[in-house]
């Protein structure tokens, strides 16, 4: 029986029993192949041979966009190349993650609010709060009222924190600024202050009451006991006896 092969054309004697596709196995290697074959990924029409995700054209296509052009940086004017790839998607404006990490600094980041700080942190930035506590360490010579550690990484505790501080001001004042309480006297009072070690200084509960403050036990005589712990007083006790 005579058929045609569907490969290369060719005219070919095959058993009637037999189904007959190609003429050779050569022939019926590239039909398997073409059966095995799948759709392209770009166009979604050309049918792909050789396990390949992209047909000829769409690979054309891809390989041009992985070529390299010259731009130059927005921040330092450094000519650098990037892909056309990067290009399309809007990138590539930088030469560098340093420069990009300079550019969108302060008011160039579109986040940016003017530098805004709390009130509380520009207190604690300010020269006169560091002069503050050299003073405070100099005058408990350096050493830690709890555990009595001299030297080392010791802090400078507020017995009355720094934001209940502000909260009077704010009460006695109407409103609360860093000019005036730079000028207030009353926040600057060294008896709120008393020096810790780091580690004394961090066994002070973070979130206490409106209501009351920790200071080391027996604090306000400046005695000495074993197991010193910090217990709570209330404020008006404190401001009494510190006479703030």
Not at 65 to 89: P, Q, V
Request: glycine share 8%; with cysteine; aromatic share 10%.
């Amino acid at each position: 029986m005579e058929k045609i092969c569907q490969i290369c054309g060719k005219h070919y004697q095959v058993s009637p029993s037999r189904k007959g596709y190609t003429c050779s196995r050569k022939c019926n290697a590239k039909r398997l192949k073409q059966l095995r074959g799948r759709l392209c990924k770009g166009c979604g029409k050309n049918y792909v041979i050789n396990n390949r995700w992209y047909c000829e054209t769409c690979r054309a296509k891809r390989k041009q966009n992985y070529l390299k052009i010259g731009r130059i940086c927005k921040n330092c004017g450094k000519l650098f190349f990037i892909t056309i790839a990067d290009l399309k998607r809007d990138r590539g404006k930088y030469c560098s993650r340093a420069c990009y990490l300079t550019a969108i600094k302060a008011a160039n980041n579109p986040n940016w609010k003017g530098g805004r700080k709390s009130l509380g942190r520009q207190l604690r930035d300010h020269p006169k709060m560091k002069t503050w506590i050299k003073d405070i360490l100099e005058r408990d010579n350096y050493m830690c009222f709890s555990c009595g550690q001299i030297g080392g990484k010791l802090e400078v505790h507020h017995i009355i924190p720094l934001e209940k501080m502000i909260d009077v001001y704010k009460y006695e004042n109407g409103s609360a600024d860093l000019k005036g309480l730079l000028e207030w006297d009353e926040f600057w009072n060294k008896d709120n202050g008393v020096t810790l070690c780091k580690d004394c200084h961090n066994k002070i509960p973070k979130f206490s009451k409106k209501d009351e403050i920790y200071i080391p036990k027996k604090l306000l005589d400046f005695r000495f006991q074993n197991g010193i712990a910090f217990v709570a007083y209330s404020i008006e006790d404190v401001q009494r006896e510190l006479m703030i």
